[in-house]
């Protein structure tokens, strides 16, 4: 799930079609060392407007919670 979100931001980047903010970060339960989940928040230039909670499970089928996932370009 975070590799298909970050690859159409990385695609973004990489093709000159927007200047990216990207920011990432784990949240752990108290006292844990594994992560529960990851933020993905990126804002670009040209719409880009992406806010993903990726839950790290071990299920394929869990989908991200996004508030937003707007990619522009």
């Known amino acids: 799930m975070m590799s298909g979100i970050e690859t159409k ?3 973004e980047i990489k093709t000159g079609r ?3 903010t990207y920011d990432t970060r784990a949240i752990y339960a ?7 989940a990851i933020h993905l928040e990126a ?3 040209g719409g880009m407007n ?3 909670l990726v ?3 071990a299920d394929e089928d869990n989908d991200p919670i996004c508030s937003s996932k707007a990619y522009g370009g």
Do not use: F
């Not at 108290?30 to 529960?36: A, E, I, N, V």
């Open 18 to 20: 927007q200047r990216v």
């Open 50 to 52: 992406v806010d993903c």
């Open 30 to 36: 108290p006292g844990s060392g594994t992560p529960l």
């Open 43 to 45: 804002r670009g230039t």
């Open 55 to 57: 839950l790290n499970v």
């Open 9 to 11: 931001i990385k695609t």
